[in-house]
């Protein structure tokens, strides 16, 4: 069995101060896949126009993604043009076009109504509703969302608290969605909603896990060069979602070490226009950012010392 | 011998949204010397008004603070006024008084001179040259700064560079000074004038330390409350100096400790208004949170499992 993913399946045009890319592949689905992939297998749900590039998600399929569930209709696929800013600071969008993700109905195929693991891309939460409905059971149910849905669906988003496990949201949306500033009250006014956990995401900071009682916290990966950061936190939660599918568990020491394969995944999606670092990504270059985050993280408490002593 | 911290020695009246405090301690030396007095003896030079209220700084002579060094004259002392806002995302400054303070030369006594770690807190970088001009052949220089001696001292300022071992400084600071956007970039630009070490400190996010072949994150406990941010800067210094004299050591491993115990005490500072939390702060209560800090940063690497399978 693999991980159900469902989200969008897009295009992207994206200008940095490093340059540009015209078209590429983006998109939540596509950005979670690729570096959910390298951990577990997973089946994707989406829709695209005739004009999509299928052919560019080979390298994932070849990982084991099923890739079937991808809806090919007639029209234009969701396309987004972005321009970030010379400080990376900040974005202006120069276009976005729903195309035939407008109509987008998710259809859960039969064999994938079983899927244990699920994870929610940030699609209107009407839909998010929809997939739920026709998932039996599942024992993890993960959703992103974003300020556009908290503003627009807000109801409909919070009765789907109730349904998810894990809600990963980025720190200014987690402050709208509780109006609370604060993040540990934000935090927990949203498991009181229903998610036993709320991973916030707070780009090159980093990211919290509120659970509970108790929490865990993991830096972002310092970089010379942040080249593209599309998709950062879908591959945040790719990698976080994949050691979950892997493992099976949500045992603090596994949901940690899921934190840990979300930045690690984050910082690797940021090297790179659109999915390029992935394709060829290896367990090696991963294992190796893993022993560096070990190494910028770890230390051994005034206690810890005096005990060895 | 102890350590030699020269700094502002100040009366500070706060607005926040939880309440507000009239002519209470502050300045950069004060919040330095409450921290760092935890953990190992401090010797502070500084200059206060005949106004100044010394005798509310007996706690601090009881935990071995030397505040022999602190000249009173005839004037009044540095006062600061500021108003956070709802969010306590920034804050108004209402009034800068520097009275006394305007005329300040700090004469470090005889027997400080032999100082082996010297802190020199955020305050002119021609009197932080003045300082280590009287200071012999000290092992540890740390020293903070601010915008305002970025901007207007910058000369000044980028030499002092070459005779510090440890710069600490705000991620914007980092940034205005190395006219840098990018925090690793900006941290080897300050390195490369002299400081082997570069303490970027990023608020609630935690701070990061740069060296030269390795770098150490360490988070912003997570608190409920932030009652006042007032000199949250000033204790993280001092927690990390404290435990830099405590240990004399600036091996990798206690540099780490002194990252935790910097956060650790950056993050009582916040909880009370002035140098509050501090009074009756015992050492349990510091190792508790740094239990704490242990448990919300540790991890164990997918290849520690792996080995230990």
Known sequence: MSMLCVGSVALDSVETPFGSAERVLGGSAVFFTSAATLLAPVSVVGVVGDDYPLDALDFLANRGADLSGIEKREGKSFFWAGRYHADMGGRDTLATELGVFADFQPKIPEALRKSRHVFLGNIAPSLQHDVLDQVESP?????????????????????????????????????????????????????????????????????????????????????????????????????????VEQTGSLDPDDLRRAMVYGSIMGSFAVERFSVDRFIDLTPDAIEARMAQFHEMTAFQSHAQVEARV
Chains 1, 2 share one sequence.
């Open 139 to 243: 024992e993890v149910v993960a959703c992103d969302t974003m300020n556009y849905w908290i503003e627009g669906s807000r109801d409909s988003l919070v009765s789907l608290l109730d349904r998810v496990d894990i809600l990963m949201i980025n720190d200014e949306e987690a402050r709208q969605l509780a109006d609370e500033c604060n993040l540990v009250k934000a935090s927990k006014w949203i498991r009181d909603r229903g998610p036993d956990i709320v991973v916030v995401k707070k780009g090159e900071h980093g990211a919290i896990l509120f659970a509970d009682d108790w929490l865990f916290f993991v830096p972002g990966f310092p970089l010379e060069e942040v080249f593209d950061p599309t998709g950062a936190g879908d591959c945040f939660a790719g990698g976080f979602m994949g050691h």
